[in-house]
């Protein structure tokens, strides 16, 4: 065995990753990250990210403060009309914009921001700690349940009613019995898909939003930032906490698989042949690669083998980057509006007709967009997130990405009519690109989706949650593990802390 | 949606011609989908052939899986709680699996013809089973239950029955092995295996070669006692011998509808085919080791043997201070022993530490009518009836 043995290596530098690492070395422990790509960051890397959550409080103070300036970001749902939806977060702003449509709309909405509110807290308080741990009877665990389910009943029966209803349904029909204008249903809709593997109109899309919300500070429309300097930013801070905390880094550092001993994981051995040992490997893979690979198929019982099966991780998001050499002209956009998050997705039945064909790993003429422009220095871009590109294209993704790339374009002309002049350079990176260069399996920006039976104490899979594996001595503090995807760190937390305890 | 009755949905296996002909009461039963008889005659006729001549049984309908490939030693060893990395080419090993919670799934005998080739026989269906606990190795697995005949051969004179059917130089195959013999020009694997605790064979051929192979053996048999044996005689000489049966003396963990009826190894006396010193991964293992470290096993499996003459069928077993301890999961009166035994399902301590006082309330039949009888029950080994002919090599032949 090598001299050298670590409390903790953390496989994948992602921001989980190196949250993870930064608390558990502030308790002077020794923390090594093997990072396979030749830089840390992850998906939080502004090839992938727009706009992220402001981190929470739990997360900032447990690394010791983080140093990063927010710019709130306002939604805009484009119309071909040149009639927009602007949305900010701002509960008075937002009633006075939606009555220049419709004052009824104006009204249901406070309405529907008020339920919408109330649940995602109930459920956000839940969120942030680790959640209880099924299969496993403790006294802790069934307490944790116990409140979960005392705070949604003390909502009032009414409430109550309300939430068991909503909790299964669709984003759709809660939108159709409110709102009569198709443009702010297509804006809410396309937040409660964005990221996952359904339509409007499939069950459990409300519940997807409730998550958002959860993570965006309770907020339909407030709550989204994006970092001075860009999600880059918040990498380099954490590693500049890394470099403080005495972490040490290898990148370039590919693991092939946990090395075990007596049933338990004692180090990792990488794919140049090098061993490394630890007290403790924590892995901020997807849950997938975490058991299929690093874990070995050949080390799980057959039940558990079943279940990373059913493990849903297929990725419906392509990231598309346009170089500009001046700034398109959007009908009816100030520069305010260039600065907002700029949605194309005009109705509900545009974003259902849009996902249809992904079900058949086809690709739809017209996506789904969210658009960011970014101007803060010489060469401008649009950072665009386009729903639903398939994990793998029918077709194969190579013979059809560029015809893709120019229906994209097309659609953006609609709104801006001299987008293709300003266009220097296009790169569009598929969720299977997101595979194999950021070495997250089927693609998921959330490393698995976001449902009623992949969430809290199901996530990722029964008997795994509480951020430890089914082997001894391996844990996990990614996306995948419970509260899940978004940019906050706070998988990484709360990870840290179970390791710490067993350290 | 109408039924088409010019088909029948129950398959019949490739005996069926024989066997058919040789039921005298019409009594059939489905495994597997197959029909088969539940008895020919009459149980005890079929009972005593298995002891003092030959019975013979269609045993085509149990599940059989063809494991190969570069990992099939490997895969077969993960499956199982028993190490068989040791196992060597042309054995068979008795073996039980347990799925996470270490629960046992079911019992069954694994064939090993070489490295790269295994075979599991069971009682019940576990091909998914199989499939997806295959994940993550080089092998194969094919489920042969139709295409594999198998015929089983048991009692006394069964070495001398297969020997005049031409397998020669039988007698010298040890328990637990099998060869392959060419008899009449056809391929015929025999290994000495089988569920009734005696001496005995199981014969795996060609579905093509059913019906003459049958023939041959009844005719090489007609002087040696010879009897086709149905399902009622098996359960009684399976009881005998001190043989679990899925489902019967405990619930297969894939089928029980409650938790708590789930078994571990040592709660149904299998805690021997547990190898934690395996080199690699089994499935259940964690689970199992836990229970081990906690001395959490809730039940055991024993045998008991009780007072009088009238067998003491799903009888409530007590302490003496007339708590339910347990269930009787398997009973009869065994005409070879002369002894009234039963297995039964015991809460701990009671069985493994407390043996004596225990009273097993019975409900005798009489013309509709019940007597219920209190007797008195003694703890003791599972294994009842175990004759020196069995593990005998070489095997006793007769003329």
Same mark, same amino acid.
């Given at each position: 065995?090598?001299?050298?043995?670590?409390?903790?290596?953390?496989?994948?530098?992602?921001?989980?990753? =190196?949250?993870?690492?930064? #608390?558990?070395?502030?308790?002077?422990?020794?923390?090594?990250?093997?990072?396979?790509?030749?830089?840390?960051?992850?998906?939080?890397?502004?090839?992938?990210?727009?706009?992220?959550?402001?981190?929470?409080?739990?997360?900032?103070?447990?690394?010791?403060?983080?140093?990063?300036? /927010?710019?709130?970001?306002?939604?805009?749902?484009? $119309?071909?009309?040149?009639?927009?939806?602007?949305?900010?977060?701002?509960?008075?702003?937002?009633?006075?914009?939606? $009555?220049? +449509?419709?004052?009824?709309?104006?009204?249901? /909405?406070?309405?529907?921001?008020?339920?919408? &509110?109330?649940?995602?807290?109930?459920?956000?308080?839940?969120?942030?700690?680790?959640?209880?741990?099924?299969?496993?009877?403790?006294?802790?665990? /069934?307490?944790?349940?116990?409140?979960?389910?005392?705070?949604?009943?003390?909502?009032?029966?009414? %409430? +109550?009613?309300?939430?068991?209803?909503?909790?299964?349904?669709?984003?759709?029909?809660?939108?159709?019995?409110?709102?009569?204008?198709?443009?702010?249903?297509?804006?809410?809709?396309?937040?409660?898909?964005?990221?996952?593997?359904?339509?409007?109109?499939?069950?459990?899309?409300?519940?997807?939003?409730?998550? %958002?919300?959860?993570?965006?500070?309770?907020?339909?429309?407030?709550?989204?930032?994006?970092?001075?300097?860009?999600?880059?930013?918040?990498?380099?801070?954490?590693?500049?906490?890394?470099?403080?905390?005495?972490?040490?880094?290898?990148?370039?550092?590919?693991?092939?698989?946990?090395?075990?001993?007596?049933?338990?994981?004692?180090?990792?051995?990488?794919?140049?042949?090098?061993?490394?040992?630890?007290?403790? #490997?924590?892995?901020?893979?997807?849950?997938?690669? &975490?058991?299929?690979?690093?874990?070995?198929?050949?080390?799980?019982?057959?039940?558990?083998? %079943?279940?990373? !099966?059913?493990?849903?991780?297929?990725?419906?998001?392509?990231?598309?980057?346009?170089?500009?050499?001046?700034?398109?002209? +959007?009908?009816?956009?100030?520069?305010?509006?260039?600065?907002?998050?700029?949605?194309? $997705?005009?109705?509900?039945?545009?974003?259902?007709?849009?996902?249809?064909?992904?079900? +058949?790993?086809?690709?739809?003429?017209?996506?789904?967009?969210?658009?960011?422009?970014?101007?803060?220095?010489?060469?401008?871009?649009?950072?665009?997130?386009?729903?639903?590109?398939?994990?793998?294209?029918?077709?194969?993704?190579?013979?059809?990405?560029?015809?893709?790339?120019?229906?994209?374009?097309?659609?953006?002309?609609?709104?801006?009519?001299?987008?293709?002049?300003?266009?220097?350079?296009?790169?569009?990176?598929?969720?299977?690109?997101?595979?194999?260069?950021?070495?997250?399996?089927?693609?998921?920006?959330?490393?698995?989706?976001?449902?009623?039976?992949?969430?809290?104490? =199901?996530?990722?899979?029964?008997?795994?949650?509480?951020?430890?594996?089914?082997?001894?001595?391996? /844990?996990?503090?990614?996306?995948?593990?419970?509260?899940?995807?978004?940019?906050?760190?706070?998988?990484? !937390?709360?990870?840290?802390?179970?390791?710490?305890?067993?350290? | 949606?109408?039924?088409?009755?010019?088909?029948?949905?129950?398959?019949?296996?490739?005996?069926?011609?024989?066997?058919?002909?040789?039921?005298?009461?019409?009594?059939?039963?489905?495994?597997?989908?197959?029909?088969?008889? @539940?008895?020919?005659?009459?149980?005890?006729?079929?009972?005593?052939?298995?002891?003092?001549?030959?019975?013979?049984?269609?045993?085509?309908?149990?599940?059989?899986?063809?494991?190969?490939?570069?990992?099939?030693?490997?895969?077969?060893?993960?499956?199982?709680?028993?190490?068989?990395?040791?196992?060597?080419?042309?054995?068979?090993?008795?073996?039980?699996?347990?799925?996470?919670?270490?629960?046992?799934?079911?019992?069954?005998?694994?064939?090993?013809?070489?490295?790269?080739?295994?075979?599991?026989?069971?009682?019940?269906?576990?091909?998914?089973?199989?499939?997806?606990?295959?994940?993550?190795?080089?092998?194969?697995?094919?489920?042969?239950?139709?295409?594999?005949?198998?015929?089983?051969?048991?009692?006394?004179?069964?070495?001398?029955?297969?020997?005049?059917?031409?397998?020669?130089?039988?007698?010298?195959?040890?328990?637990?092995?099998?060869?392959?013999?060419?008899?009449?020009?056809?391929?015929?694997?025999?290994?000495?295996?089988?569920? @009734?605790?005696?001496?005995?064979?199981?014969?795996?051929?060609?579905?093509?070669?059913?019906?003459?192979?049958?023939?041959?053996?009844?005719?090489?048999?007609?002087?040696?006692?010879?009897?086709?044996?149905?399902?009622?005689?098996?359960?009684? @000489?399976?009881?005998?011998?001190?043989?679990?049966? @899925?489902?019967?003396?405990?619930?297969?963990?894939?089928?029980?509808?409650?938790?708590?009826?789930?078994?571990?190894?040592?709660?149904?006396?299998?805690?021997?085919?547990?190898?934690?010193?395996?080199?690699?991964?089994?499935?259940?293992?964690?689970?199992?080791?836990?229970?081990?470290?906690?001395?959490?096993?809730?039940?055991?499996?024993?045998?008991?043997?009780?007072?009088?003459?009238?067998?003491?069928?799903?009888?409530?077993?007590?302490?003496?201070?007339?708590?339910?301890?347990?269930?009787?999961?398997?009973?009869?009166?065994?005409?070879?022993?002369?002894?009234?035994?039963?297995?039964?399902?015991?809460?701990?301590?009671?069985?493994?530490?407390?043996?004596?006082?225990?009273?097993?309330?019975?409900?005798?039949?009489?013309?509709?009518?019940?007597?219920?009888?209190?007797?008195?029950?003694?703890?003791?080994?599972?294994?009842?009836?175990?004759?020196?002919?069995?593990?005998?090599?070489?095997?006793?032949?007769?003329?």
């Amino acid at each position: 065995m090598s001299e050298k043995k670590y409390d903790a290596i953390i496989i994948g530098g992602g921001h989980n990753g =190196l949250v993870c690492a930064n #608390i558990i070395a502030k308790k002077n422990k020794k923390v090594l990250i093997c990072e396979a790509r030749e830089t840390c960051g992850g998906l939080a890397n502004h090839e992938i990210i727009n706009y992220i959550p402001s981190i929470p409080n739990s997360v900032t103070q447990s690394i010791g403060g983080l140093n990063l300036q /927010y710019n709130p970001k306002g939604s805009i749902a484009l $119309s071909e009309s040149g009639r927009h939806i602007r949305l900010i977060g701002n509960q008075h702003i937002d009633h006075a914009t939606i $009555s220049n +449509f419709s004052t009824q709309d104006a009204d249901r /909405y406070l309405e529907f921001d008020n339920k919408m &509110t109330q649940f995602s807290k109930t459920l956000g308080g839940f969120m942030m700690d680790p959640p209880p741990r099924v299969m496993n009877n403790s006294f802790s665990d /069934y307490l944790k349940l116990f409140k979960l389910g005392f705070n949604v009943r003390m909502m009032g029966k009414k %409430r +109550f009613n309300e939430f068991a209803r909503m909790i299964g349904l669709n984003i759709a029909d809660e939108l159709e019995d409110n709102f009569e204008s198709v443009l702010l249903q297509g804006l809410i809709a396309h937040d409660a898909v964005l990221g996952s593997n359904l339509g409007p109109r499939s069950p459990g899309s409300l519940i997807n939003l409730l998550y %958002r919300m959860a993570i965006h500070g309770n907020s339909l429309f407030g709550g989204i930032y994006e970092i001075e300097g860009g999600s880059n930013k918040f990498i380099s801070v954490l590693l500049d906490k890394c470099s403080k905390n005495n972490v040490e880094i290898k990148t370039s550092a590919s693991v092939k698989n946990c090395l075990i001993e007596n049933d338990r994981a004692i180090g990792v051995e990488l794919h140049n042949g090098e061993k490394v040992f630890g007290k403790t #490997i924590i892995s901020n893979a997807d849950p997938r690669s &975490t058991y299929s690979s690093l874990l070995g198929s050949q080390n799980l019982d057959t039940d558990v083998k %079943r279940r990373i !099966k059913h493990h849903r991780s297929k990725g419906r998001v392509a990231k598309l980057s346009l170089k500009l050499n001046k700034i398109p002209e +959007f009908n009816e956009c100030n520069n305010d509006d260039l600065n907002s998050r700029m949605v194309i $997705s005009p109705s509900i039945d545009y974003i259902e007709e849009n996902f249809n064909p992904s079900k +058949f790993d086809k690709l739809s003429s017209e996506p789904v967009l969210e658009i960011c422009l970014k101007n803060n220095n010489e060469n401008p871009s649009l950072d665009i997130q386009v729903q639903y590109a398939p994990y793998k294209a029918h077709g194969g993704w190579e013979n059809i990405k560029d015809d893709y790339v120019n229906s994209i374009i097309k659609i953006i002309s609609k709104y801006a009519n001299n987008i293709e002049n300003c266009i220097d350079s296009k790169t569009l990176i598929t969720p299977d690109d997101l595979e194999k260069n950021y070495h997250v399996s089927g693609g998921h920006w959330h490393h698995g989706e976001i449902q009623i039976d992949q969430l809290f104490m =199901l996530r990722p899979i029964p008997g795994a949650a509480q951020y430890k594996t089914h082997l001894d001595g391996l /844990y996990m503090c990614g996306a995948g593990t419970h509260p899940g995807g978004g940019m906050h760190g706070i998988s990484g !937390k709360n990870a840290a802390k179970v390791v710490l305890g067993d350290l | 949606m109408a039924i088409d009755l010019r088909y029948s949905a129950l398959k019949k296996t490739p005996f069926h011609s024989r066997t058919s002909l040789a039921s005298r009461t019409n009594h059939w039963y489905t495994w597997n989908g197959f029909t088969v008889p @539940t008895e020919y005659s009459t149980v005890e006729l079929e009972y005593t052939a298995a002891r003092n001549g030959t019975s013979v049984m269609d045993l085509t309908p149990m599940g059989k899986y063809e494991i190969t490939g570069e990992e099939a030693h490997a895969f077969s060893d993960y499956l199982v709680t028993r190490d068989l990395s040791e196992m060597k080419d042309n054995t068979v090993a008795y073996i039980i699996w347990c799925n996470e919670d270490g629960k046992v799934i079911d019992d069954g005998t694994i064939f090993k013809y070489s490295s790269n080739k295994f075979m599991l026989c069971c009682a019940v269906k576990i091909y998914n089973w199989l499939n997806d606990s295959a994940e993550g190795f080089n092998v194969k697995i094919e489920d042969v239950t139709d295409t594999i005949a198998a015929l089983s051969l048991q009692g006394p004179t069964s070495c001398s029955t297969l020997k005049n059917y031409g397998a020669i130089g039988l007698e010298s195959l040890a328990p637990f092995e099998m060869k392959e013999f060419n008899i009449d020009g056809n391929n015929v694997l025999i290994s000495r295996t089988g569920f @009734t605790g005696d001496l005995g064979y199981e014969l795996w051929i060609d579905p093509k070669n059913a019906e003459a192979t049958w023939d041959a053996i009844f005719d090489a048999g007609k002087h040696l006692k010879i009897r086709p044996f149905g399902m009622n005689a098996l359960e009684m @000489t399976r009881i005998e011998a001190g043989f679990i049966q @899925t489902n019967t003396d405990f619930m297969a963990a894939e089928d029980a509808l409650r938790p708590v009826r789930m078994r571990s190894p040592y709660e149904i006396g299998m805690g021997w085919l547990v190898h934690f010193k395996k080199k690699n991964y089994f499935i259940g293992k964690k689970a199992l080791k836990k229970e081990k470290e906690m001395g959490s096993t809730e039940r055991c499996l024993v045998g008991l043997d009780i007072d009088g003459d009238k067998p003491a069928h799903g009888s409530v077993i007590y302490n003496s201070k007339k708590e339910d301890i347990g269930i009787v999961t398997a009973a009869m009166w065994s005409p070879t022993m002369k002894r009234n035994v039963a297995l039964a399902s015991l809460r701990r301590p009671y069985g493994i530490k407390i043996k004596d006082n225990i009273f097993a309330e019975i409900y005798h039949p009489e013309e509709i009518e019940y007597r219920k009888i209190w007797a008195k029950c003694k703890v003791v080994k599972r294994q009842f009836y175990s004759p020196e002919r069995r593990n005998k090599v070489p095997a006793d032949l007769y003329e």
